[in-house]
């Protein structure tokens, strides 16, 4: 936690205080923390990290693009996530409930490819297969998927 930000607790309720007074509420500082901890991970990648209050919950939403894996990020941001939805019962299960960081209902993140990516990553599967074109037929044919999924299953396992 920031030296800027003080954290109290009045009954149950966990506030997050920061220099002016002003109560960031747990969303906004889970947002915060988890901007930081990504930021000095990983230095080069502009995150776009946004909270959210609605009937029955908050969320925090992080969105990149190239960077790091979706499971690299969620390992540091997974933690400010209280629970899960389980989907089988329709409930959602407080599994993860911490009292040293603020939490929200859900973290979601979203990685984007940049064009760039997404030819570099054509190009590997073109050399690593030994393909001569990236048609639809021929990349069925060799891979069993239409060349956008083999685009974005390479992607999704490397770091850009």
Not at 20 to 43: C, H, M, Q
Not at 47 to 55: H, L, Q, V
Not at 62 to 79: E, N, Q, S
Not at 81 to 97: P, T
């Amino acid at each position: 936690m920031s030296k800027k930000t003080r954290k109290f607790k009045i009954g149950d309720k966990v506030n997050y205080i920061n220099d002016n007074g002003v109560n960031w509420g747990e969303r906004k500082a889970a947002a915060k923390l988890i901007r930081k901890e990504l930021k000095a991970a990983f230095p080069g990648v502009v995150f776009s990290i946004t909270s959210r209050s609605f009937a029955g919950g908050n969320d925090v939403q992080i969105d990149w693009t190239d960077g790091p894996t979706f499971d690299t990020v969620m390992k540091i941001a997974g933690k400010y996530e209280y629970g899960h939805f389980n989907g089988m019962e329709d409930i959602y299960e407080y599994s993860n409930s911490r009292d040293d960081i603020p939490q929200v209902k859900f973290v979601m993140a979203q990685r984007e490819f940049s064009e760039t990516a997404r030819e570099n990553a054509k190009n590997k599967i073109m050399k690593d297969r030994g393909l001569n074109d990236f048609e639809d037929k021929t990349v069925w044919d060799k891979i069993g998927c239409w060349p956008d999924t083999a685009i974005y299953r390479e992607l999704q396992k490397t770091v850009l």
